[in-house]
């Protein structure tokens, strides 16, 4: 079946191409938080994990293990590239420009947000709270990726 898309070229659903999720996190701790929560979760996006926001862009670049379409969730402060070059670089590439990204922080610092938001991230959220209520954030960012139409 060829790929159907809208008049304005978003992802259709009955193009039946599974959303990937690619998380960028160097803390195996939260990498294994956000592997439960998928494995737990009715989702249908493929998880796909970076260590830092190098090799983000290389597996965004590369187009093989992630393929449009595709939702990122980055941390900010990470060794090597951090999450805020990463936006820089996603918002500055053409080909990735219009990428869908969530921030996944330790950080409530109104700078790191009011910055985040500056490289339009879908949304900011943050690590510092209650087990159970990051779960929930973690899960609706599955549910984000079943529901909405990407871009191809």
Excluded: W
Excluded at 90 to 116: H, M, N, P, W
Aim: charged share 30%.
């Amino acid at each position: 079946m060829d790929q159907i898309r809208s008049i304005s070229g978003a992802f259709d659903r009955r193009d039946r191409r599974t959303p990937h999720l690619l998380l960028v996190e160097d803390d195996e701790t939260d990498i294994l938080f956000v592997k439960r929560c998928h494995a737990g979760h009715s989702s249908s996006a493929k998880l796909v994990v970076a260590r830092d926001g190098s090799e983000a862009l290389e597996i965004l670049r590369d187009g093989t293990a992630v393929k449009r379409p595709f939702v990122i969730l980055t941390d900010l402060n990470m060794p090597g590239m951090s999450g805020h070059e990463l936006l820089e670089e996603l918002r500055s590439d053409e080909a990735l420009k219009d990428s869908v990204v969530f921030v996944l922080s330790s950080s409530c610092l109104a700078g790191d947000i009011e910055r985040a938001y500056r490289h339009n991230v879908a949304g900011y959220l943050t690590k510092r709270v209650p087990t159970r209520q990051l779960k929930r954030s973690v899960e609706m960012i599955f549910d984000y990726c079943d529901s909405v139409h990407l871009p191809a």
